[in-house]
């Protein structure tokens, strides 16, 4: 059963725990004249988004389906929508929609830059390019410039059924669960690169007035401070050597 809250006006956390790995996933709507849903889910994931989506409004309504980078928790649950949705397009950064969404969706996607802005009746979303933040080449992030929404994508998560929506810092439980999966079999989820800064620092300066974070509690606050702060964090669990060839 998804948990459905509204952390922003009009913009709806479809949330689905997985008890078996402690993690949330979890999927914005952002009702407008051209509805949008920030993440697919995963494709056995999809009667449950759906049935989130439902609570809120006819998931046929939808008219824009995007998320951060090409993977199956962000857009593998892509041609299940568009089979429910037949008027969405898919939008997702020109990185992401040349490399790989073009030939996976079988069709041409809307390629987002921050350049252009998406329009879907009062709201505004600019995506911003962040390569290999949280991870991928074609990664990016979405901003509702009206509302001050960062749509963040793996940015800031942790681990558990937490709160829909937090007015504190996140960042002791994202240092807990980068150092935690740092430590196991999923190492190297995250790279820590030369542009970790100067992205975070970007990110920071948009202001948003809340974070909508695909694993873990969304937040409002000092959002700005939290992303300045999330750049030290990763710098002190991420910027050392970590790989061991053959293991
Ligand atoms: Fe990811
Ligand atoms: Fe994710």
Request: glycine share 6%.
């Amino acid at each position: 059963m998804p948990q459905v809250t509204e952390i922003a006006p009009d913009v709806y956390r479809i949330s689905v725990f997985f008890p078996e790995i402690n993690l949330q996933f979890n999927h914005f709507l952002i009702k407008d004249d051209e509805p949008m849903l920030f993440h697919t889910g995963l494709r056995r994931m999809f009667p449950q988004v759906r049935e989130g989506v439902s609570k809120v409004l006819d998931p046929g309504m939808l008219r824009w389906i995007s998320w951060s980078h090409f993977e199956s928790d962000e857009c593998g649950a892509l041609h299940d929508w568009m089979a429910v949705a037949p008027h969405a397009q898919p939008a997702c950064g020109m990185v992401g929609a040349l490399v790989n969404v073009n030939d996976f969706y079988g069709k041409e996607c809307r390629a987002l830059t921050p350049k252009d802005v998406l329009v879907t009746g009062k709201y505004r979303f600019r995506y911003y390019n962040t390569p290999q933040l949280p991870h991928g080449w074609d990664a990016g992030v979405l901003f509702e410039e009206t509302q001050r929404t960062l749509f963040s994508s793996d940015l800031f998560h942790h681990d558990g059924d937490v709160e829909p929506l937090i007015s504190g810092s996140v960042l002791d439980r994202v240092r807990h669960s980068l150092a935690t999966y740092q430590a196991g079999p999923l190492a190297n989820y995250v790279p820590y690169t030369h542009n970790t800064k100067l992205i975070l620092d970007g990110l920071a300066s948009l202001n948003p007035l809340t974070v909508a974070t695909m694993h873990g509690s969304s937040f409002s606050g000092n959002c700005s401070k939290e992303l300045l702060d999330l750049a030290i964090v990763m710098k002190d669990v991420l910027d050392k050597p970590s790989y061991q060839f053959g293991f």
